[in-house]
């Protein structure tokens, strides 16, 4: 049995009124060689001032959260509450549950097996760990796209989907939370203490450091330039950087593989936004030749990019929107340069350009760290530096992480009254039993805990176990389905799974063990019964 990679491209128009709203804020900054921010244009449409205190960067996301949430139905009554959740439970392919403390999802749950399903999961338990019983009991509908709400997964007026990211932006449905990458938040501690050891070497002496602004990545071509508008960013910096190798140190990990600027795909988007330049067409011609040498570099360690004074965030691979390397820039002590692109995260309402970090595209990139690189703006470059690390400290840092990502439950909580049906349990058995829960195909999520991730070896296998609901559960006891899932001779007590992550990225991977063929996206009932008569 072998993986098949399932790959659904969601073509996006511009919604034009709100882009006409928020370009019209183009402003001159003075002789600083800047334009707004992307995303900083969307939020000038919701408010103008600018405070880079933590209370006030904090406020900002919290106002961006609110106002998102507003665009759904908020229960009046607990039987609006009832039929909300009835709603969200039976969207099994996406809906996650949390009853104290403990995680719930069907078997049915789509890309159950796929990493970044499995990274939320691991996510999700350490904040639950965190937060000492102020988890909230709540049911949301998880989006792992990078590219949000989108025709690939349509919107309910009635649910919000809660997603890692925002393609086109903030006028885009959906609730923003963090993206699956920080996995587990004891390891993420831990990997950042170690960037904090390296960081505070570094700090006391920056005329030490790498002038140079610097980026590693990887860069290939999508089939449509709706989705490659990361990949023309990557490559229009990293042919930048072969000009200026005296304040880029710009590279490609691996072969490039851009866009062929003589091809135009049939694409309700064509490629006339994304130009090449002579540059861009030279380095192309040169990669025909294979001839890019100059152009490429071995990967980085995040704990390296302590070395640098600058370093560049462009949009991801697969489709232009969030890239996950950002993760780690905000804690190096270093200044956040971020391409000028409009998809958004969580905590972007609390950024600014010129005070948190530097925007660039590919007219200004060079401009920009130019002047930013004169010593006659060290101040500019100070408070650059000072504010990257509140933005960690405040939304990126474990603590951070797990305080939005509590806000974010609670307000979806309180929003739906799902506090009115679940926080006590005989009204909770009561309404599961209304629902017909059992129909569902609950099953709960234990994750084995401090499961080693070593992220150089794809094969590396996240432990994760799916346990039926028994009949007398206390907690979600109505929603048992042990008679769907035993046989006459044999009843489990959980469903042991160790996924290969080879099998979950590569297509035509192989499953090599019994106990792993599970369907990849569609679990069914008789996949589980071979499994258990397998194990």
């Known amino acids: 049995m072998t993986c098949v990679l399932l790959v659904a491209v969601a073509l996006f128009r511009p919604i034009s009124s709100f882009d006409s709203m928020v370009r019209s804020f183009q402003l001159d ?9 992307d995303p900083e244009r969307q939020r000038l449409v ?5 405070d880079d205190s933590a209370l006030a960067m904090r406020a900002a996301v919290s106002r961006e959260l609110k106002r998102s949430l507003r665009q759904y139905k908020e229960a009046q009554t607990t039987a609006e509450a009832l039929e909300l959740l009835r709603v969200q439970l039976e969207r099994v392919e996406k809906s996650i549950l949390v009853v104290e403390g403990r995680m719930f999802l069907s078997v049915r749950h789509f890309h159950l097996f796929k990493h970044k399903k499995q990274y939320h999961l691991e996510f999700l338990k350490s904040v639950i760990e965190r937060s000492e019983g102020a988890f909230p009991n709540v049911a949301y509908l998880f989006e792992e796209s990078a590219m949000g709400v989108s025709r690939a997964s349509p919107d309910d007026p009635t649910m919000p989907l809660v997603v890692i990211a925002k393609m086109r932006g903030y006028a885009q449905s959906g609730l923003l939370l963090p993206n699956p990458y920080f996995e587990d938040l004891g390891n993420w501690e831990k990997a950042q203490e170690v960037v ?12 030490a450091r790498d002038k140079r602004c610097l980026w590693r ?3 290939t071509t999508r089939d449509f330039c709706a989705s490659d508008s990361g990949n023309y960013a990557r490559f229009c910096a990293v042919v930048k950087a072969g000009d200026h190798p005296d304040i880029l140190d710009v590279k490609s990990v691996g072969a490039l593989n851009p866009r062929d600027p003589g091809e135009d795909p049939n694409d309700d988007l064509d490629c006339s936004e994304m130009p090449y330049d002579a540059a861009m067409r030279e380095v192309f011609a040169k990669n025909e030749r294979n001839d890019t040498a100059a152009y490429q570099a071995p990967f980085m360690e995040p704990r390296q990019f302590t070395r640098y004074r600058f370093l560049l965030n462009l949009p991801g691979v697969m489709s232009g929107s969030y890239s996950r390397n950002l993760n780690n820039l905000w804690n190096t002590g270093a200044v956040v340069v971020l391409w000028n692109a409009p998809h958004v995260e969580w905590y972007y309402p609390a950024l600014r350009h010129g005070h948190t970090h530097v925007a660039v595209d590919c007219g200004t990139l060079v401009d920009q760290l130019t002047y930013y690189n004169d010593p006659a703006n060290a101040a500019a470059v100070d408070r650059l530096r000072a504010n990257a690390l509140k ?6 840092s474990p603590h951070g992480l797990a305080r939005y990502t509590i806000e974010l439950m609670t307000a979806i909580r309180d929003h739906h009254r799902f506090a009115d049906i679940l926080d006590d349990k005989n009204t909770r058995f009561a309404a599961l039993r209304d629902l017909n829960c059992s129909r569902f195909l609950f099953v709960e999520v234990l994750i084995s805990d401090n499961t080693p991730i070593d992220r150089s070896n794809n094969a590396t296998k996240a432990s994760f176990r799916l346990k039926p609901i028994a009949p007398d559960d206390p907690v979600l006891g109505p929603c048992a389905q042990l008679d769907a899932l035993a046989t006459p001779s044999y009843t489990p007590n959980f469903i042991s799974m160790s996924i290969p992550r080879t099998c979950l990225h590569e297509p035509g991977a192989s499953w090599r063990r019994k106990k792993n063929k599970l369907h ?4 069914n009932v008789s996949s589980i019964l071979y499994v258990l008569l397998t194990l």
Request: no cysteine; glycine share 6%; net charge neutral.
């Open 29 to 37: 900054l003075g002789s600083e060689p800047r334009k707004r921010w």
């Open 217 to 219: 990545g990887a860069i």
């Open 520 to 523: 990849r996206h569609h679990v």
């Open 196 to 207: 904090q050891k390296d960081r505070q070497k570094q700090t006391s002496d920056w005329a």
């Open 391 to 396: 933005v960690y400290d405040e939304f990126l």
């Open 46 to 50: 919701f408010e103008e001032s600018y």
